[in-house]
């Protein structure tokens, strides 16, 4: 079964750094692309950054040139460098991935999200 398991959330203080991790296990035929979301309390889920197996990528107009998005070689894990924080980003980040794994002998496209982490951004 595909999963996606994230890592690196945490507390920081305004203009610190945070890493995100996500790593996508299980059998895949191929990732499209991976994003990672976020939801702050009252808010809707909004996507903060894409990254596609072709290499692009794009921002939410608020953390362009402060955050950057990455993935390994193998596409089977991807980043979310977050720079120059501000209380605003904080939320629950989530990453996602369009995977295309097999099913019964044939090739099928999820949408897969992983657990979520806190990211807080004080002062």
């Known amino acids: 079964q595909v999963r996606l398991v994230e890592s690196g959330g945490g507390m920081v203080q305004a203009g610190g750094s945070l890493r995100l991790s996500c790593a996508a296990y299980?059998?895949?035929?191929?990732?499209?692309?991976m994003g990672w979301y976020r939801q702050a309390p009252g808010k809707e889920r909004e996507l903060v950054a894409k990254?596609?197996?072709?290499?692009?990528?794009n921002y939410l107009d608020s953390v362009k040139g402060r955050f950057t998005v990455s993935g390994d070689g193998y596409m089977r894990t991807f980043y979310l460098q977050m720079n120059s924080l501000k209380p605003e980003d904080t939320a629950v980040y989530y990453c996602n991935a369009e995977i295309v794994q097999k099913v019964n002998g044939a090739h099928r496209q999820t949408d897969e999200w992983g657990q979520g982490t806190q990211v807080t951004v004080s002062e």
């Open positions: 990254y596609t197996s072709a290499g692009a990528s």
């Open positions: 299980g059998i895949i035929v191929r990732i499209n692309s």
